[in-house]
């Protein structure tokens, strides 16, 4: 993983690892974070009030990352899990470039797909920017020879997340509109290419059965943190109580509480930030 370029004071392994995404959606990721390196504290920032980032121009969502990223920095966070496909498709390289920690991406498991389907139908649900994002056709062009990739945008889904509703009447129709298509065409995998859509997975299972396989990457993506800890002297001791996530969000956070508490249950507490960027100069600017 690349180190980027400005010196800053150096990380010590009990400093927090950095984790963002658009929303809620990074809890995910959290989750398997924690169970594989328990003992690292954690910073958690959801950028809720301008989320969904699939909405977004790619300019907005680079601006986003960067200054998020560059808050993280100055929190301490000794590296940075950019628990979201979208800023990742949109903007690591960039970020990777601008920041002084290790940075690690998420990105859709086109590769654990295209090795596990047995019918080389697999189905991708991720969102436009993704799909749409250069990163991500150089990912399909690598491993589709032999596999057929069913795209979906997930409009709607991130939106439904947000207001913590994982199984609603209207969410379960939404869903079915783009999975049927993929059951009807003969896929037996899916891809879950938005960090948010994990939380879909009892409501996609009501749906699909056993007929398609999840593929979710946030083990993947915990275990690489381990790796980059590992390669950089970074590991907090061993055996350190591990502390609650700080959680902190650019809304209200009530939402982030209760997803926290309910889908994973930790009980913490959320705190509102600002973090000002050029494309929302003015802190509660909705503007994109
Ligand atoms: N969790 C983000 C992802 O993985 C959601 C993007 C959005 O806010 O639209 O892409």
Same mark, same amino acid.
């Given at each position: 993983?690349?180190?980027?370029?400005?010196?800053?004071?150096?990380? @010590?392994?009990?400093?927090?690892? *950095?984790? #963002?995404?658009?929303? !809620?959606?990074?809890?995910?990721?959290?989750?398997?974070?924690?169970?594989?390196?328990? $003992?690292?504290?954690?910073?958690?920032?959801? $950028?809720?009030?301008?989320?969904?980032?699939?909405? &977004?121009? $790619?300019? #907005?969502?680079?601006?986003? /990352?960067?200054?998020?990223?560059?808050?993280?920095?100055?929190?301490?966070?000794?590296?940075?899990?950019?628990?979201?496909?979208?800023? /990742?498709?949109?903007?690591?390289?960039?970020?990777?470039?601008?920041?002084?920690?290790?940075?690690?991406?998420?990105?859709?498991?086109?590769?654990?797909?295209?090795?596990?389907?047995?019918?080389?139908?697999?189905?991708?649900?991720? @969102?436009? %920017?993704?799909?749409?994002?250069?990163? =991500?056709?150089?990912?399909?062009?690598?491993?589709?020879?032999?596999?057929? #990739?069913?795209?979906?945008?997930?409009?709607?889904?991130?939106?439904?997340?947000? &207001?913590?509703?994982?199984?609603?009447?209207?969410? &379960?129709?939404? !869903?079915?509109?783009?999975?049927?298509?993929?059951?009807?065409? *003969?896929?037996?995998? +899916?891809?879950?290419?938005?960090?948010?859509?994990? #939380? !879909?997975?009892?409501?996609? &299972?009501?749906? %699909?059965?056993?007929?398609?396989?999840?593929?979710?990457?946030?083990?993947?993506?915990?275990?690489?943190?381990?790796?980059?800890?590992?390669?950089?002297?970074?590991?907090?001791?061993?055996?350190?109580?591990?502390?609650?996530?700080? =959680?902190?969000?650019?809304?209200? *956070?009530?939402?982030?509480?209760?997803?926290?508490?309910? +889908? !994973?249950?930790?009980?913490?507490? %959320?705190?509102?930030?600002?973090?000002?960027?050029?494309?929302?100069?003015?802190?509660?600017?909705?503007?994109?």
């Amino acid at each position: 993983m690349p180190l980027a370029r400005a010196v800053v004071e150096p990380q @010590t392994g009990c400093a927090p690892v *950095g984790v #963002f995404d658009s929303g !809620l959606g990074g809890l995910s990721v959290l989750r398997a974070l924690r169970a594989q390196v328990p $003992d690292e504290s954690i910073i958690y920032v959801a $950028d809720s009030l301008y989320a969904p980032y699939g909405e &977004r121009d $790619d300019d #907005f969502i680079a601006d986003r /990352t960067l200054a998020i990223g560059q808050w993280l920095v100055k929190q301490g966070a000794k590296v940075l899990v950019v628990a979201c496909n979208t800023a /990742t498709a949109q903007s690591i390289a960039l970020v990777r470039e601008q920041l002084s920690i290790p940075l690690i991406g998420v990105e859709p498991g086109i590769k654990p797909a295209a090795v596990q389907s047995k019918t080389r139908v697999a189905g991708v649900l991720a @969102t436009q %920017v993704t799909l749409r994002s250069a990163r =991500f056709q150089a990912l399909l062009e690598r491993y589709a020879a032999d596999c057929r #990739f069913l795209c979906q945008p997930g409009h709607g889904l991130v939106q439904a997340i947000e &207001r913590c509703d994982v199984g609603s009447a209207e969410l &379960r129709a939404l !869903l079915d509109s783009y999975l049927q298509p993929m059951l009807d065409a *003969g896929a037996d995998t +899916l891809v879950l290419g938005c960090t948010h859509y994990p #939380f !879909l997975d009892a409501a996609i &299972r009501d749906i %699909v059965g056993e007929r398609m396989t999840l593929i979710d990457t946030s083990v993947a993506i915990a275990r690489q943190l381990e790796r980059v800890l590992d390669q950089h002297g970074l590991r907090s001791e061993p055996g350190r109580p591990a502390d609650l996530p700080r =959680f902190c969000s650019t809304s209200d *956070g009530a939402h982030l509480q209760q997803l926290a508490a309910t +889908l !994973l249950h930790i009980e913490a507490p %959320v705190e509102r930030v600002v973090i000002p960027s050029r494309r929302t100069v003015a802190p509660d600017s909705q503007a994109a």
